[in-house]
């Protein structure tokens, strides 16, 4: 009889690991939403769980709502928006590619353009954001030249991640990239993952109190366009699919996506547990047993 408890005791511990460590829900796969776009990008979610994503080749961004499952246009003339992140007073901040901003758009849909330029020179092309428990905003800026764009050469020939503080200052929060795009930091504030897409490579940095970003070091040999971190810390990265690293950079499982490229990842639904997949024409839904985090 001890033998057979000790035998049932082992399995019961051995299943219970695997259901803990398993990050997508058995049995399910990237379910398509909607793939009627020209290019999907930006995922964000809102308080609720609601998602905000662009199509930016139409100049269109559009929510999907959590509790109804409905897709609808959010916004049109949307500053050929890019990467997509709410603040804490519910605010969607917008890079806007179409003149290199930085928007803030407010819950009544009033837009409020935060920058424009940085000691004077237009920025290359603000691309994703992410903003830090002290409401610090973080974003990318690389350089991809756009066919509605006049301009055919940068102002400013780094390609960096700039801080812009509450009190409306911006500043070089890290260089030495070849082309920074995907950003992302961990719900505590300590840690930023920023993707160098050019050099197919991801780096992490420790966020100071003053917001300084330090201790570069390469978290893994993979770039990545979008990016998000679940509730474990683990880092999703996009690409090629999507790829799930482990905080200490171990690769944890590949979601395949029927598409050659997939943009963005993030997480939504009414209890967090969608992974909201942005790639080419489509947008994809997958269930997860973690969760993403929340404000």
């Known amino acids: 009889m001890f033998k057979i408890s000790l035998v049932a ?31 999907t990008e930006g995922p964000a979610a809102d308080a609720e769980g609601h998602v905000y994503f662009t199509d930016q080749p139409n100049d269109r961004i559009y929510k999907w709502d959590a509790q109804e499952g409905t897709l609808s246009v959010f916004m049109e003339s949307a500053g050929r928006a890019n990467g997509l992140y709410f603040d804490h007073d519910g605010n969607l901040l917008a890079a806007a590619d179409n003149k290199s901003e930085l928007w803030k758009i407010t819950t009544d849909k009033t837009v409020q353009v935060l920058l424009t330029d940085f000691e004077g020179k237009r920025f290359n092309g603000p691309n994703d954001i992410w903003i830090a428990p002290d409401e610090t905003i973080y974003f990318t800026d690389p350089y991809y030249q756009r066919d509605y764009w006049q301009r055919s050469e940068k102002d400013i020939d780094a390609e960096r991640v700039y801080a812009l503080s509450t009190n409306g200052t911006v500043r070089i929060a890290a260089t030495d ?13 300590k840690t930023l993952y ?4 050019g050099a197919d490579k991801t780096y992490a940095f420790d966020i100071a109190k003053n917001g300084d970003l330090t201790n570069k070091r390469l978290f893994v040999k993979q770039g990545s366009d979008g990016m998000t971190v679940d509730s474990r810390g683990n ?14 950079g171990l690769e944890l499982q590949h979601i395949p996506i029927d598409k050659d490229w997939t943009a963005n990842v993030t997480f939504g639904g009414k209890d967090r547990k969608t992974l909201f997949i942005t790639a080419q024409q489509a947008v994809y839904l997958l269930e997860m047993n973690v969760v993403g985090p929340r404000r």
């Open 194 to 197: 920023v993707a160098d897409i």
């Open 177 to 189: 990239f070849v082309k920074p795009n995907g950003i992302i930091g961990t719900p505590d504030g």
């Open 9 to 39: 005791v082992l399995a019961l511990l051995l299943s219970s690991c695997a259901s803990q460590n398993q990050l997508v829900k058995p049995g399910r796969e990237p379910q398509l939403l909607a793939d009627s776009f020209s290019f």
């Open 235 to 248: 880092v999703y990265l996009t690409g090629k699919g999507v790829t799930i690293y482990d905080p200490k």
